[in-house]
């Protein structure tokens, strides 16, 4: 396995490297691509840079670059005093061998890098991409631990049986995995909902199967805190996926991203509420979608970043109990 500050440490006597200099993991992560050597490991970051299935602005097949490249800090969380690198072992699993132009075989590349990440033990974190990838993402996940309940935090529901004629796209994944079978509908909540679309169809459809909706709304009438303690309670024990797009943020904080829509959460919300579902329900799968970097010093990259890092301070805080 490949230590990316080990000639850092060597030289300067320490393991802080420059972050625009050396082998690009995340968080200066050890790196391999070997399955034998995931044995032991608790979480592995896997990137998925594709975005062959946008139907608006495209760029999202950067965004695991640019989350790795995001300003590196410690392990060190100052509000919960975890150091999630003592607690858990990571390792960046590098990219899923993606296939431009022909999304059906990128979506088989990432759901076969994702499931070798499962059936080792370890949790899949995987960094996106457009939104069409957490139907490989969960499908490799529920292959090993049954169908998963699904916390969503979206501007949009994902749950058209269509878009432009097309069954596969960053619009319909969880209409897919819930007709499939690899979500169960009744433990799946979406967080953050606002904007135009979708309609009433996909609304009705999520309705007649026991999906959870909490909108905008929603959040500012209860706060953000009681959204996420009934998130809890609705999916329950069991094993649970977490999928975050970008596009929950209000575009002031996330430009980066392919469907903008004004109106959305704050950093300061988002972070915690991830921190919470990391630490207080079983994580099988994460994934942070619709990152599209607009370049040096991205802000959209640098909140996916701490999303990934809050999401392994909790994990961190269920190991210690606290």
């Not at 391999?32 to 495209?58: C, K, Q, S």
């Not at 059906?104 to 590349?109: E, G, L, T």
Request: glycine residues 10%.
């Amino acid at each position: 396995m490949l230590d990316p500050t080990d000639r850092w440490r060597r030289y300067h006597g320490h393991v802080w490297k420059a972050s625009w200099a050396g082998l690009l993991t995340f968080a200066e992560l050890p790196y391999t691509e070997n399955p034998a050597e995931l044995e032991g490991v608790d979480a592995a970051v896997v990137g998925a840079p594709t975005d062959d299935h946008v139907t608006h602005m495209p760029g999202t097949r950067f965004g695991p670059r640019a989350i790795r490249a995001a300003d590196p800090t410690s392990a060190h969380h100052l509000e919960t005093r975890v150091d999630w690198w003592e607690t858990l072992r990571v390792v960046d699993y590098g990219d899923a061998p993606v296939v431009p132009t022909d999304a059906a075989a990128s979506h088989r590349a990432i759901e076969d890098t994702v499931a070798e990440v499962a059936r080792a033990g370890a949790i899949p974190i995987v960094l996106g991409g457009d939104h069409s990838i957490t139907e490989p993402d969960v499908r490799a996940c529920a292959a090993v631990h049954g169908p998963v309940g699904l916390v969503h935090f979206d501007t949009h529901t994902d749950t058209a049986r269509a878009l432009y004629g097309q069954e596969v796209s960053h619009g319909t994944p969880m209409y897919r995995l819930v007709e499939q079978g690899h979500v169960t509908p009744e433990r799946y909540v979406q967080i953050g909902l606002r904007g135009w679309w979708p309609g009433e169809a996909e609304l009705r459809w999520q309705a007649d199967r026991g999906i959870t909706s909490f909108f905008m709304h929603d959040v500012s009438h209860l706060g953000l805190d009681r959204v996420v303690e009934l998130a809890v309670e609705t999916v329950g024990e069991g094993p649970v996926f977490l999928t975050v797009d970008i596009d929950v943020l209000d575009p002031a904080f996330a430009p980066g991203t392919g469907t903008p829509e004004p109106g959305g959460l704050t950093p300061l919300e988002l972070l915690a509420a991830c921190r919470k579902v990391a630490e207080q329900l079983r994580l099988v799968g994460v994934d942070v979608v619709e990152v599209a970097p607009t370049g040096l010093a991205d802000r959209t990259a640098l909140v996916a970043d701490r999303i990934v890092r809050e999401v392994l301070t909790g994990l961190a805080l269920r190991r210690a109990g606290k």
